[in-house]
Protein backbone atom coordinates (compact mmCIF):
# COMPACT_ATOMS: atom_id res chain seq x y z
CA UNK A 1 0.00 0.00 0.00
CA UNK A 2 1.10 3.58 -0.92
CA UNK A 3 1.85 6.04 1.67
CA UNK A 4 -1.19 8.24 0.02
CA UNK A 5 -3.40 4.96 0.42
CA UNK A 6 -2.36 4.76 4.17
CA UNK A 7 -2.97 8.74 4.34
CA UNK A 8 -6.35 8.31 2.88
CA UNK A 9 -7.28 5.62 5.25
CA UNK A 10 -6.01 7.47 7.96
CA UNK A 11 -8.00 10.46 7.27
CA UNK A 12 -11.22 8.46 6.22
CA UNK A 13 -10.56 6.55 9.33
CA UNK A 14 -10.27 9.89 12.14
CA UNK A 15 -12.78 11.67 9.82
CA UNK A 16 -15.27 8.79 10.82
CA UNK A 17 -14.27 8.75 14.08
CA UNK A 18 -14.60 12.41 14.97
CA UNK A 19 -18.26 12.05 13.70
CA UNK A 20 -19.19 9.05 16.29
CA UNK A 21 -17.32 11.10 18.96
CA UNK A 22 -19.80 14.09 18.08
CA UNK A 23 -22.74 11.87 17.77
CA UNK A 24 -22.23 10.22 21.29
CA UNK A 25 -21.99 13.89 22.55
CA UNK A 26 -25.22 15.24 21.10
CA UNK A 27 -26.51 11.41 22.58
CA UNK A 28 -25.32 12.03 25.81
CA UNK A 29 -26.37 15.87 25.96
CA UNK A 30 -29.44 14.86 24.80
CA UNK A 31 -30.02 12.23 27.32
CA UNK A 32 -29.13 14.56 30.06
CA UNK A 33 -31.88 17.00 29.16
CA UNK A 34 -34.62 14.21 29.63
CA UNK A 35 -33.06 12.90 32.69
CA UNK A 36 -32.52 16.72 34.10
CA UNK A 37 -36.40 17.45 33.10
CA UNK A 38 -37.48 14.27 35.06
CA UNK A 39 -35.34 15.40 37.51
CA UNK A 40 -36.71 18.45 38.55
CA UNK A 41 -39.93 17.49 38.26
CA UNK A 42 -40.15 14.99 40.25
CA UNK A 43 -38.32 16.85 43.29
CA UNK A 44 -40.73 19.96 42.50
CA UNK A 45 -43.38 17.16 43.00
CA UNK A 46 -42.36 15.97 45.98
CA UNK A 47 -41.61 19.61 47.45
CA UNK A 48 -44.99 20.63 46.92
CA UNK A 49 -46.81 17.65 47.96
CA UNK A 50 -44.68 16.93 51.03
CA UNK A 51 -46.61 16.97 54.20
CA UNK A 52 -44.90 19.39 55.70
CA UNK A 53 -45.32 21.59 52.43
CA UNK A 54 -46.51 25.47 53.80
CA UNK A 55 -49.17 24.63 50.18
CA UNK A 56 -51.02 22.02 52.48
CA UNK A 57 -51.92 24.48 55.23
CA UNK A 58 -53.70 26.72 51.63
CA UNK A 59 -57.42 27.74 52.47
CA UNK A 60 -58.21 26.12 49.07
CA UNK A 61 -57.40 22.34 50.37
CA UNK A 62 -59.93 22.74 53.63
CA UNK A 63 -62.47 22.36 51.13
CA UNK A 64 -63.71 18.49 50.57
CA UNK A 65 -63.11 19.11 46.63
CA UNK A 66 -59.46 20.81 47.38
CA UNK A 67 -58.50 17.45 50.04
CA UNK A 68 -59.78 15.23 47.08
CA UNK A 69 -57.73 17.25 44.74
CA UNK A 70 -54.97 17.03 47.04
CA UNK A 71 -54.58 13.59 47.74
CA UNK A 72 -54.37 12.60 44.11
CA UNK A 73 -51.65 14.96 43.76
CA UNK A 74 -50.05 14.04 46.66
CA UNK A 75 -50.40 10.27 45.62
CA UNK A 76 -48.98 11.67 42.02
CA UNK A 77 -46.09 12.94 43.81
CA UNK A 78 -45.08 9.76 45.79
CA UNK A 79 -45.55 7.81 42.59
CA UNK A 80 -42.88 9.65 41.19
CA UNK A 81 -40.76 10.75 43.81
CA UNK A 82 -40.68 6.36 44.14
CA UNK A 83 -39.96 5.73 40.64
CA UNK A 84 -37.21 8.44 40.34
CA UNK A 85 -35.17 7.21 43.57
CA UNK A 86 -35.43 3.61 41.35
CA UNK A 87 -34.09 4.86 38.09
CA UNK A 88 -31.90 6.92 40.12
CA UNK A 89 -32.38 10.40 38.08
CA UNK A 90 -29.35 12.38 39.77
CA UNK A 91 -26.98 9.88 39.19
CA UNK A 92 -27.80 9.58 35.56
CA UNK A 93 -27.81 13.21 35.41
CA UNK A 94 -24.17 13.12 36.73
CA UNK A 95 -23.14 9.96 34.15
CA UNK A 96 -24.33 11.77 31.08
CA UNK A 97 -22.75 15.16 32.29
CA UNK A 98 -19.38 13.43 32.33
CA UNK A 99 -20.01 11.67 29.52
CA UNK A 100 -20.85 14.77 27.30
CA UNK A 101 -17.64 16.47 28.45
CA UNK A 102 -15.65 13.52 27.52
CA UNK A 103 -17.64 13.09 24.11
CA UNK A 104 -16.87 17.02 23.23
CA UNK A 105 -13.09 16.96 23.92
CA UNK A 106 -12.27 13.39 21.97
CA UNK A 107 -14.75 15.24 19.09
CA UNK A 108 -12.21 18.48 19.42
CA UNK A 109 -9.19 16.55 19.94
CA UNK A 110 -9.71 14.67 16.37
CA UNK A 111 -11.00 18.20 14.43
CA UNK A 112 -7.58 19.06 15.66
CA UNK A 113 -6.12 15.75 13.93
CA UNK A 114 -8.40 16.27 10.77
CA UNK A 115 -6.82 20.25 11.02
CA UNK A 116 -3.93 18.85 11.09
CA UNK A 117 -3.85 16.68 8.00
CA UNK A 118 -5.57 19.08 6.20
CA UNK A 119 -2.48 21.98 6.95
CA UNK A 120 0.20 19.03 5.96
CA UNK A 121 -1.41 16.53 3.56
CA UNK A 122 1.81 14.76 3.76
CA UNK A 123 1.77 14.00 7.06
CA UNK A 124 4.15 12.08 8.48
CA UNK A 125 1.97 8.44 9.03
CA UNK A 126 3.08 6.69 11.92
CA UNK A 127 2.73 9.76 14.38
CA UNK A 128 -0.95 10.67 13.33
CA UNK A 129 -1.66 7.00 13.41
CA UNK A 130 -0.49 6.99 16.87
CA UNK A 131 -2.91 10.21 17.71
CA UNK A 132 -5.58 8.01 15.94
CA UNK A 133 -5.19 4.98 17.77
CA UNK A 134 -5.23 6.64 21.01
CA UNK A 135 -8.35 8.60 20.29
CA UNK A 136 -9.98 5.21 18.93
CA UNK A 137 -9.07 3.58 22.03
CA UNK A 138 -10.82 6.42 24.03
CA UNK A 139 -13.81 5.91 22.01
CA UNK A 140 -13.87 2.84 22.74
CA UNK A 141 -13.53 3.10 26.46
CA UNK A 142 -16.66 6.33 26.77
CA UNK A 143 -18.93 3.54 24.67
CA UNK A 144 -18.39 0.88 27.41
CA UNK A 145 -19.63 3.55 29.75
CA UNK A 146 -22.63 4.85 27.94
CA UNK A 147 -25.57 2.97 29.30
CA UNK A 148 -28.80 1.74 27.71
CA UNK A 149 -31.79 3.69 28.60
CA UNK A 150 -35.53 3.11 28.42
CA UNK A 151 -35.34 7.02 27.68
CA UNK A 152 -33.38 6.24 24.68
CA UNK A 153 -35.54 6.14 21.93
CA UNK A 154 -34.81 4.82 17.84
CA UNK A 155 -36.71 8.46 16.57
CA UNK A 156 -34.42 10.32 19.26
CA UNK A 157 -31.41 8.53 17.84
CA UNK A 158 -33.16 9.08 13.93
CA UNK A 159 -33.42 12.82 15.07
CA UNK A 160 -30.16 13.19 16.39
CA UNK A 161 -28.66 11.73 13.10
CA UNK A 162 -30.31 13.57 10.87
CA UNK A 163 -29.36 16.87 12.84
CA UNK A 164 -25.89 16.25 13.05
CA UNK A 165 -26.12 15.48 9.43
CA UNK A 166 -27.86 18.73 8.66
CA UNK A 167 -25.06 20.50 10.62
CA UNK A 168 -22.34 18.85 8.69
CA UNK A 169 -24.12 19.64 5.19
CA UNK A 170 -24.25 23.38 6.40
CA UNK A 171 -20.32 23.31 7.42
CA UNK A 172 -19.50 21.61 4.29
CA UNK A 173 -21.68 24.25 2.32
CA UNK A 174 -19.91 26.93 3.79
CA UNK A 175 -16.34 25.66 3.50
CA UNK A 176 -16.82 25.07 -0.53
CA UNK A 177 -18.50 28.71 -0.73
CA UNK A 178 -15.92 31.60 -2.05
CA UNK A 179 -14.33 33.67 0.29
CA UNK A 180 -15.95 37.28 0.75
CA UNK A 181 -12.04 38.42 -0.90
CA UNK A 182 -12.01 36.35 -3.18
CA UNK A 183 -15.68 36.91 -4.72
CA UNK A 184 -14.62 39.96 -5.60
CA UNK A 185 -17.23 43.08 -6.24
CA UNK A 186 -20.09 43.83 -8.63
CA UNK A 187 -18.88 47.05 -10.71
CA UNK A 188 -21.71 49.37 -11.84
Do not use: C
Not at 70 to 86: E, F, N, P
Not at 145 to 162: C, G, I, S, V
Amino acid sequence: MTDDAIRDRLWSGVWNLEYNATYGHEEAKFMLRRWMAFDVVARLLAALFASSSAIAGWALWKSDTGKHYWLILAGIAAVVSIIDSVFASQEKVKRYTELSSSFIRLSQTLKAVLDDMQIMPEFEIVPMKDRYDTARTRYSELLEAFPEDLLYTKRAANTLQDMLNERREYVNDQRSSPSPSSAGTAKT
